[in-house]
């Protein structure tokens, strides 16, 4: 068929070998959906085939493309390979992004197609198993689209063979197995959490009244383990063996059965090991299989207490913020590096990296990594160079905030792959997803990664999205209860006081908050002047939202911070200035639910509501609480001292013929006015 024209149009029709296939089933729907898409008129009446044909001389995801005079064949030995040729046809050929459902991506629609380049093939891939890991998705977890939540993870499963991915781990606990039989209906490998072990249920949810300690109770997990294997052998998995305690920590911390010497835990985890790598083999025995280097099993490989059978893939972790040394665990920060971790039994070798990160502590939940993508692509190609790409999962979040790393780690994954520069990564960003004011675009996202607080020596740590909210919290509780400390705190400073804590945290925000808030008024500017309304509702989603996490949430804590200064001064009216103090920072978080809130697109108004990590809903409504006591400790009992003293006339003030005429003022409304009549005082 050379030189010959194959025409799509809205009558071409998508078909299969076998669309009782759940795989091809899929993949004739996308690829029929997006020629619907496209396509306007139905002048062609011809046909698209999807043929699987295991006995084709065919590399296992690659696909064929056979034109022939009123048809096309898509064929593969494989059913992934099929889904790999339709997506193919509706990237390259239909115009539809990889990203399209999380950037809105505009189609361009058009009467028909005439399409002539049938050479299209997958790239060419080093990384053999290239996964995302859904995690923490707590957005995920509730959000729907088209009224549905399953539609949401359908999407995200799509998205992710788009990228490449043949490997999933579709969510964590109840989640990650209600989604791995739909995931692998995508064609998908199902691989698991690191605290998941063979993707079994949870032993403390199963058996809620026993501590769950594999000592105590080893037939009870054996159970377990062994149930796993058989409900998924008939799927594609790579099995995840290990130990972890229940909810991702060391098992030995919920564990009184002994005293846990480093001796005596290694005995239990390689014991345990065996007894897994053993159940695969007897049920599933071509599976693959891998172990989560993770935690507290990095030291205790490195020390040589770790017994991995040879043929099990190592997967090593970066810090949760990109960098290729072991991951901070409360106090304990070694930073060993990974990279160059010797391998003297020549294991496979791959990662567990993060584009999304959720510590409870400093990552980013909620938007943009506070390390640039520039940095995630030089430790990716180093991470190359020493051979850790045998499988990458790629703790994605909840996906959305985080395309800008998900779309380069994804180039990452391909043989021709080298190291990139930030201007080549936003160059290549901003001009996919944007038709106006790229330059701009590209200079306030750079100005993004430039104004990100550094809270430790190392290049890496940074403060992400949660570094505010986790501190504003902490910071209330230790000031209104009797032991006034930081709890979770010493990995940033442990000055011995308070107020000690509170003086170094203020040290390292308020530098950089000009710059914020500059950028934030920069970038509400650009969203005036920009015209095409997809552009200024995606540059509101895609910076200006992860900028105003940043730019708030940053002078919350440092309004708070002023506040608890101005209290414990004990100067005349000092109060009432802490008071205002609170109430600004109550504004400023406020500022985050104000925009989210206000999304200009219907689509993802509601993406954020369940915001159970970062919790901004929650820091708001401490904040008040905080504002509240100190008016409690400083204004009268029936809170109308503050009024009568700085807000009411002085007649009116001074008259008791009746001692109040109205109800007090909200703690809001007070403020408001206070900072009114205090306006040269504040």
């Known amino acids: ?52 044909d295991p006995k084709a001389n065919i590399p296992a995801e690659e696909y064929q493309i056979i034109p022939e005079k009123n048809r096309v064949t898509i064929k593969a030995s494989t059913a992934i390979g099929v889904m790999y040729g339709a997506l193919a046809v509706s ?7 990889d990203f399209w459902y999380w950037m809105d991506t505009p189609v361009k629609r058009v009467p028909s197609i005439k399409w002539s380049n049938f050479g299209l093939h997958l790239p060419k891939y080093k990384t053999k198993y290239r996964g995302w890991f859904i995690n923490d998705e707590l957005f995920l977890m509730t959000w ?5 939540n399953q539609y949401v993870w359908e999407r995200a499963f799509e998205t992710a063979l788009r990228v490449g991915c043949n490997t999933i781990i579709p969510g964590t606990d109840l989640t990650s197995q209600k989604n791995r039989r739909v995931a692998a209906q995508y064609g998908l490998i199902i691989a698991q959490h690191h605290a ?76 345990i090991l065996g007894e897994q790598y053993d159940l695969v083999k007897k049920y599933d025995p071509a599976a693959p299989m891998a172990i989560n280097i993770y935690g507290e099993l990095t030291q205790m490989y490195r020390d040589g207490l770790l017994k991995i059978p040879d043929d099990v893939i190592e997967i090593w972790a970066d810090s949760g913020y990109g960098k290729m040394v072991s991951r901070r665990q409360g106090l304990d920060n070694p930073r060993i590096p990974i990279l160059n971790v010797p391998n003297p039994n020549h294991r496979l070798r791959g990662l567990y990296y993060h584009a999304g990160f959720h510590d409870l502590q400093a990552s980013n939940m909620l938007g943009l990594m506070s390390n640039s993508p520039a940095f995630v692509s030089e430790e990716l190609a180093q991470a190359r160079k020493n051979n850790m790409d045998t499988i990458e999962l790629i703790n994605t979040g909840n996906i959305k905030p985080h395309i800008l790393y998900l779309r380069e780690i994804a180039q990452s994954w391909q043989t021709d792959y080298r190291a990139r520069s930030l201007d080549q990564i936003l160059h290549d960003y901003v001009t996919t997803y944007y038709t106006e004011n790229q330059e701009e675009i590209i200079s306030y996202y750079k100005r993004y990664w430039g104004n990100v607080v550094q809270y430790g020596k190392h290049r890496d740590e940074t403060a992400g999205d949660e570094f505010a909210p986790f501190l504003i919290r902490r910071i209330i509780q230790a000031w209104v209860t009797p032991n006034g400390r930081l709890t979770d ?19 390292l925000v308020e530098p950089s908050l000009p710059h914020w808030q500059e950028l934030v008024k920069t970038v509400e500017i650009l969203l005036l002047k920009t015209t095409d309304r997809h552009c200024h509702d995606l540059l509101y989603g895609d910076l200006y939202m992860s900028v105003v996490n940043q730019a708030a949430g940053l002078a919350a804590l440092d309004e708070l911070i002023q506040a608890y200064e101005l209290q414990m001064s004990k100067k005349n009216n000092n109060l009432i200035f802490a008071f205002l103090k609170a109430d600004a920072a109550v504004s400023e978080m406020n500022k985050i639910m104000i925009v989210r809130e206000n999304n200009p697109s219907p689509k993802w108004r509601d993406f954020y509501v369940n915001d159970a990590d970062n919790n901004v809903p929650l820091t708001v ?51 408001d006015k ?9």
């Open 489 to 507: 705190a010493g990995w940033l400073t442990n000055e011995g006081s308070l107020a000690g804590d509170l003086a170094k945290i203020k040290k």
């Open 91 to 97: 990237c390259s050929v239909l115009g539809i992004d």
């Open 1 to 52: 068929m050379l030189n010959q024209e194959f025409e799509i149009s809205r009558n071409t029709r998508v078909t299969s070998s076998d669309l009782t296939n759940p795989v091809l089933k899929n993949a004739q729907s996308i690829l029929q959906r997006d020629i619907s898409k496209v396509t306007q008129d139905g002048q062609a009446d011809n046909l698209i085939y999807l043929a699987l």
């Open 196 to 271: 998941e072990p063979l993707g079994a249920e949870m032993f403390a949810r199963k058996y809620p009244h026993l501590t769950a300690s594999y000592v105590k109770y080893p037939e009870l997990f054996r159970q377990l383990w062994k149930a796993a294997i058989i409900a998924q052998r008939n799927i594609p998995v790579i099995y995840s063996l290990g130990f972890r305690g229940q909810g991702d920590k060391p098992f030995w911390v919920d564990d009184n059965s002994q005293e846990w010497t480093t001796d005596k835990i290694a005995e239990v985890i390689n014991h």
């Open 621 to 671: 409504h401490k904040l008040k609480f905080l504002r509240q006591y100190i008016r409690a400790i400083g204004d009268t009992a029936d809170e109308d001292g503050w009024e009568r003293r700085f807000v009411k006339l002085p007649g009116d003030a001074r008259v008791m013929t009746l001692w109040t005429t109205y109800r007090e003022m909200s703690d809001k409304h007070l403020a």
């Open 674 to 682: 206070l900072r009114e009549a205090l306006n040269d005082d504040f």
């Open 144 to 148: 729907k689209d088209h009224d549905s």
